[in-house]
């Protein structure tokens, strides 16, 4: 994300409710402003310029990991069914599922992942 920064709109701020853009440094030009609503944080600017500005190979590798666990977890119901029991005992306990978790689970069924835990994290759907 070189040659851009997030600011806050004048135009498309008001006195309680603050909104960014993001600017092109060198020519102090709007490079995306939200369809002309601006971003309620700089940092769902600095995220959704990112995502907008990726190369589509990453894209496409991002998208193929994706489906990738996703088709895994449908493979593996008993399992996504243990972590799901997991998670809402640790809510319970106002904890979150980590990564050493999952692999105590996988462990205890006896599978191995084709791909990280970090990435069986982000993409299986709850």
């Not at 666990?69 to 493979?75: G, N, P, Y």
């Not at 799901?84 to 996988?106: C, H, P, W």
Request: with cysteine.
């Amino acid at each position: 994300m070189t040659g851009v920064r997030v600011v806050a709109s004048a135009a498309l701020s008001s006195s309680f409710d603050k909104r960014y853009v993001v600017v092109d440094e060198a020519t102090g030009e709007i490079v995306d402003d939200a369809q002309g609503y601006g971003y309620k944080s700089a940092q769902n600017a600095h995220r959704a310029h990112a995502y907008k500005s990726m190369p589509p190979k990453k894209k496409r590798q991002r998208d193929a990991a994706k489906r990738q666990a996703q088709r895994w977890c449908a493979q593996h119901p008993e399992f996504m069914q243990h972590v799901e029991q997991s998670m809402f005992y640790a809510m319970k306990d106002g904890q979150n599922v980590t990564e050493a978790d999952v692999r105590a689970i996988l462990a205890e069924h006896g599978l191995e992942l084709p791909f990280s835990v970090k990435d069986l994290m982000r993409h299986w759907n709850w």
